[in-house]
């Protein structure tokens, strides 16, 4: 216990607890959604996308980070790898912009009782959510293809067909998956589900003591990333895309730009083994890595 | 209207169970799987970042057949190779339906189609590396570069949990439907009796969380009585772990046969520069 | 580590311990001490709640180290102690397998969860000692199977391997028998004596089935409210009835019938001043002896027993009547079919494209009214043959019809308005948040009239009143055997199908379920249990229907079967002691309760004029027999 009462440190095996729960759960939620058939009409989709409520639930009602990361690893563990759906780097992506939706909406409720805090959260979870996987999927078409814009009508269609699912996601997802049944599920797991960890309900002056996350290095990776993203907009600005840049060079240097970009993917591949390297030998060294759960 | 009809009758729970299990375990021995994790999650690495720079019609179209040829190799179920094709027809073929409306033309297939083979692969390279490799194999290689082993051992432990999980499920909706009442009429485009479904399928999370409460419980508690969290800290148990992976002369010539076969498509997409 | 010359440190050493846990107010220790010797055999008995899981949580630290509550005293462990050891470290010498064991197995595959605890502490000869524990454990063969495709007894063995590959002293194992059929259980037990004789394992057992602590173990500790009231020698333990039978403890039923009989003998030499002088004798050596605890035992007991009596044995051959006339109406003249099966089959689709035929063409018709025991080893079809009556699973071939209706032809929903089934495990069927509005659910979503009187009726009739309110997840396991069967009633089928409604049960709570079976007949029309608890089906069955590789083999009264030493052997039933003892002792029919054996070897040494007076046939009816077990099971 830290001096301040309200802060409710959790033990290790706690968060585990969390985590295994929300894994389980979600993981075994992803594995239907999976299967359940979509409704094409035309490019319009109308498909359960996920059981948003789960991890919703269960990060308004326990520490939002383990659950969120829980839920995450879930859907990857078993909706992706179990089913043999892995996406390998593409995952990376659906993982982060998940945890970080769902542990935004689990902070911003304060009291699980209070219901409108509860529906925000749910709705500004999934929201964010798929504002960042839409953003994602129309950098991945804008990326892919070289000739983004001298395509005509790509650009249109890209952002037509995003925002439609998007907006379909919201109000499917969103509402029948998310806000509706965390709002049906919160206030009577609440009291119930907690003592089953041996965990303290959530009061509305409970603090959980913040996650480690925030350590520098994450601080870095954040700036560099922003940076990233900051740099990729003004391309887009400029009218300089990937694709433009790519082919430039093609014509001037023939096919040297084959090879360079060869040899960039292999620096990206060697520098992202580095990193997990540095990481791996990081926490090894300092005995537990903020992220673990299990820490 | 048929399909929809046969998929309500066809599928059961137990079926789809039945089918996600043999997906899950049934990945057999099978060659890919004989190889060095660690090799092959660098070599997916490689396939997973390089197409995104390329932009060589031969380039791409020989790296696509050999992930097929690798895709074929690891004997991954049809079933897997259905959904990706699905995914991929619907993603780019209805943005390029849709650029016509735009007003686009026949030619802006072909920047489309390009896409189309990033994309697949991309795709193609995970299910070789992922699907055709036992679970446990990619665990172990991604601790052996460095993943946190909370994430290799939620793996198995996924692994471990489905059925058991699969079988509460499988009670629970039955406790629903054993004491619930199915809508007379299926409605329309059997919409109602969907619904009901999903509706059960929704709510059975409910015993479901306080069920899985109490088990992880249990879990967590045996865990620790079996040094878990000790391991974690403990480099040996890491170390000891991995012992088992090596990097064989069949390793090597896997590698270097891809490098080879690579190597010599750039060296033709050099050749005749067919970036369209 | 403890070096294996110090035999005379104890194994398990608790000093005044206090305990609780964080949160609470109510202490779960109070006070317990208890010195374990190295190489004893003991079980730790107590009723629900006194505190048996808690105890052995001290052995390994997860008290007080993983559960930080208020606590007092001291514990140490093979002469460790276990303040300043953390939980990994006294597990290397305290292995503990729980009572919901597949939960503790956390690996894809055998051999992976054999090597999880020495991968853990990085022993490098971690394969060797995975090998080891799973060759103890009898799994060597099993190594490379996934641990869903093992059957419960070969799961709890191999969370017993996986606590094994340590190489501990001490060895906890939480309530073996409590989810696992007896056959398996039995086989977890023979492992358990193998580790403890050949290898100097210290063997702890949560234990309330005095059956197997008179078989396997050494000593006996009894809990009371967190205290451990006594420590004493099994035979001793055992004995000790009025302490037993406070705590809800069911002594073996040799003992039991044992004791009423001395009860008998000791009335009647103090009462009948014509009984003989070395009957007085042998009256009073028998007070003084103590009474048996096993078959073996029991079968010398009451052989001398008798013999000492001899001189007025009452070997009355017309005493067997051809057929009992409480089953007359097996035969089914009067009445109504409710279930067919014709030439039903049934195969699940394994992994592989593989089939797993689990019943084969079978027939089989019930009729109103009867009361039928399904028995059979595990795998033999039981749970199967239950979901095919409930319309869960469809035949693949031939048919099945309940109360007039194909199975394949009505939806499940439809179906389920006539017949109940209800689970093994009570916990699958909560699906609402209140005792009351589990019974409810049904009823208000079908449109039930009157549902308010009829839940208020179920719940006076299971007297789950008071906790209409409470969450049926959290209640004890009686209780929420008792709010499934309200369920189950409250739709008022005319079949109900329970399965294996008394496992995990204590004697109590057994009793409660006996009364609550009672309490069916009057709504429901047929039952149909499928069990392996003998004494349930002698005393409540009238028809029993014997199962074996998905094919019936036996069907017939109670009596008839357990008769059937062959059929009984085959398909792996273990007929209760009573039932065993009377066929040894030459009694016919078998008795259905230690009450009724010791009457008939009273009625046989001593005679019993009023009794004859009273009933020509002499035979006790299954009604007496009941009433005898409504009130104490001891005397």
């Known amino acids: ?295 | 209207m048929q399909l929809v009809r046969n998929w309500f009758n066809k599928i059961s729970i137990e079926r789809i169970q039945l089918e996600l299990m043999n997906t899950a375990y049934g990945s057999g021995h099978v060659f890919l799987s004989a190889l060095d994790p660690r090799c092959m999650i660098l070599w997916y690495l490689f396939f997973a970042i390089a197409p995104w720079f390329l932009s060589n019609m031969i380039v791409l179209a020989g790296l696509f057949l050999l992930m097929i040829a690798t895709t074929v190799l690891s004997r991954v179920s049809p079933f897997i190779i259905f959904v990706l094709c699905l995914g991929l027809v619907g993603q780019v073929g209805w943005l390029f339906i849709l650029s016509l409306f735009f007003g686009g033309d026949i030619a802006s297939a072909l920047p489309l189609l390009k896409l189309t083979l990033k994309l697949s692969i991309v795709s193609l390279a995970s299910i070789t590396v992922f699907s055709g490799m036992d679970p446990e194999r990619i665990s172990d290689g991604l601790l052996a570069l460095g993943m946190p082993a909370a994430f290799s051992f939620s793996l198995s432990y996924g692994y471990r949990i489905l059925p058991v999980l699969f079988e509460e499920f499988r009670s629970v909706l039955l406790s629903y439907r054993l004491r619930g009442r199915a809508p007379a009429s299926p409605g329309f485009l059997y919409a109602r009796l969907g619904a009901y479904y999903l509706k059960m399928l929704v709510v059975a999370f409910f015993p479901l969380m306080l069920a899985t409460a109490k088990r992880s419980r249990t879990t967590v508690e045996a865990l620790e009585t079996r040094g878990f969290s000790f391991g974690m800290k403990n480099p040996k148990s890491r170390q000891l772990k991995l012992s088992h992976l090596k990097v064989t002369r069949r390793d090597i010539a896997f590698l270097s046969g891809t490098a080879a076969y690579a190597a010599l498509l750039f060296w033709i997409g050099a050749a005749y520069p067919l970036a369209i | 580590m403890p070096n294996s010359d110090k035999q005379d440190i104890p194994a398990i050493e608790i000093r005044g311990v206090s305990f609780a846990y964080p949160g609470s107010e109510i202490s779960v220790l109070q006070e317990a001490s208890l010195t374990l010797k190295r190489g004893t055999f003991a079980a730790i008995a107590g009723g629900n709640g006194s505190g048996k899981s808690t105890l052995c949580k001290l052995f390994n630290g997860l008290i007080p180290n993983y559960y930080s509550g208020d606590f007092e005293g001291t514990v140490h462990v093979c002469g460790v102690p276990a303040e300043g050891h953390t939980v990994a470290q006294l597990s290397r010498m305290v292995g503990y397998v729980y009572q919901d064991f597949e939960n503790q197995l956390v690996r894809p595959t055998v051999f992976d969860e054999a090597c999880f605890a020495p991968l853990n502490y990085g022993l490098s000869d971690y394969r060797l000692m995975a090998s080891k524990a799973l060759d103890l454990c009898g799994l060597s063969d099993l190594r490379d199977r996934y641990v869903w495709e093992l059957s419960g007894g070969q799961k709890h063995l191999l969370a017993l391997a996986g606590a094994l590959s340590l190489e501990p002293e001490v060895l906890i194992v939480d309530e073996p028998v409590a989810q696992l059929d007896p056959q398996h259980a039995r086989q977890v037990y023979e492992v358990l004596r193998r580790l403890n004789r050949d290898h100097g394992k210290t063997v702890i057992v949560i234990e309330h089935h005095a059956d197997f602590i008179a078989e396997y173990c050494h000593e006996v500790c009894l809990m009371e409210s967190g205290r451990v009231l006594w420590q004493r020698p099994t035979a001793e333990a055992l004995n000790s009835l009025d302490d037993l039978d406070r705590l809800g403890i069911q002594p073996p039923e040799v003992t039991r019938a044992a004791a009423v009989l001395r009860e008998m003998d000791n009335a009647r030499t103090q009462s009948d001043p014509r009984s003989s002088l070395p009957d007085r004798r042998s009256a009073g050596r028998h007070a003084a002896q103590r009474l048996p605890i096993t078959m073996d035992e029991a079968v010398a007991h009451f052989t001398t027993f008798m013999q000492s009596g001899n001189g007025n044995l009452h070997p009355s051959p017309a005493r067997i009547p051809a057929s009992d006339p409480d089953h007359a109406g097996l035969s089914g003249s009067s009445s109504n079919e409710v279930i067919r099966l014709q030439d039903a089959s049934l195969h699940y689709r394994a992994l592989r494209r593989a089939r797993h035929q689990v019943l084969h063409a079978l027939n089989l018709t019930l009729f109103e009214g009867e009361r039928i025991a399904l028995v059979g080893n595990n795998g033999a079809g039981k749970s199967s043959l239950l979901k095919l009556v409930a319309g869960v699973a469809r035949p693949q071939s031939g048919s099945v019809t309940v109360l007039g209706q194909d199975t394949r032809s009505v939806s499940l929903e439809q179906l389920s308005s006539g017949v109940t089934l209800v689970f093994q495990n009570p916990e699958d069927m909560f699906i609402e948040d209140s005792v009351e509005a589990e019974v409810s659910h049904c009823l208000r979503r079908r449109a039930y009239p009157n549902i308010e009187a009829s839940v208020a009726n179920m719940l006076r009739a299971f007297r789950l009143e008071e906790l209409r309110q409470r969450d049926a997840r959290l209640l004890s396991g009686g209780q929420q055997r008792r709010v499934s069967l309200a369920i189950g009633a409250a739709i008022r089928p005319e079949i109900m199908l329970l399965d294996e409604p008394t496992a995990n049960l204590d004697l109590s709570t057994r009793e409660e379920l006996l009364g609550a079976l009672e309490e069916l007949s009057e709504h429901v029309r047929t039952v149909v249990i499928a069990t392996h608890d003998m004494q349930l089906v002698s005393r409540w069955a009238t028809r029993v229907v014997v199962m074996h590789q998905g094919e019936v083999v036996g069907d017939g009264t109670p009596d008839e079967i357990f008769a059937d030493r062959e059929l009984t052997r085959r398909a792996g039933i273990a007929p209760t002691q009573t039932a065993q003892l009377s066929a040894d002792l030459g009694i016919r029919p078998l008795c259905r309760t230690p009450e009724e054996l010791a009457k008939r070897i009273a009625e046989r040494m001593w005679g019993s004029p009023n009794e004859r007076a009273d009933r020509p046939s002499g035979n006790l009816t299954h009604k007496e027999a009941e009433e005898h077990a409504a009130r104490s099971q001891l005397v």
């Open chain 1, 1 to 295: 216990m830290k001096s301040t009462a309200r802060t409710y440190t959790l033990t290790s095996s706690q968060k585990m607890m969390i985590f295994v729960l929300s894994m389980s759960l979600y993981g075994l939620s992803n594995m239907f959604t999976e299967l359940i058939p979509k409704l094409q009409l035309g490019p319009l989709e109308l498909s359960v996308e996920y059981f948003a409520f789960i991890p919703l639930t269960l990060c308004i009602l326990f520490h939002p980070f383990y659950a969120a990361v829980g839920a995450a690893l879930g859907e990857v563990i078993f909706g992706e790898l179990m089913l043999g759906q892995f996406g390998g780097l593409g995952e990376l992506e659906k993982f982060l912009t998940f945890s970080l939706a769902m542990y935004i909406a689990g902070r911003m409720v304060s009291d699980p009782r209070n219901r409108m805090q509860v529906g925000a959260a749910a709705i500004v979870g999934v929201g964010i959510h798929q504002l960042c996987s839409t953003l994602v999927d129309i950098g991945k078409v804008w990326i892919g293809v070289e000739e983004f814009e001298a395509v005509p009508g790509l650009a249109e269609s890209v952002v037509l067909i995003e925002g439609v699912s998007f907006l379909n996601t919201m109000i499917v997802s969103g509402t029948l998956f998310a806000l509706l049944p965390t709002l049906y599920l919160v206030p009577r797991l609440y009291g119930k589900i907690e003592p089953l960890l041996g965990i303290r309900p959530r009061e509305a002056t409970t603090r959980y003591e913040s996650v480690k996350v925030w350590t520098p290095k994450l601080m870095i990776g954040g700036v560099i990333l922003a940076l990233l993203a900051f740099g990729a907009e003004s391309l887009s600005e400029t009218d300089w895309n990937f694709g433009e840049w790519d082919s430039g060079l093609a014509d001037r240097l023939g096919s040297g730009a084959i090879w360079l970009s060869i040899a960039i993917a292999a620096v990206i591949a060697v520098v992202i083994i580095l990193i997990m390297r540095a990481r791996k030998k990081r926490s090894g060294n300092d005995g537990s890595a903020e992220t673990v759960p299990y820490a």
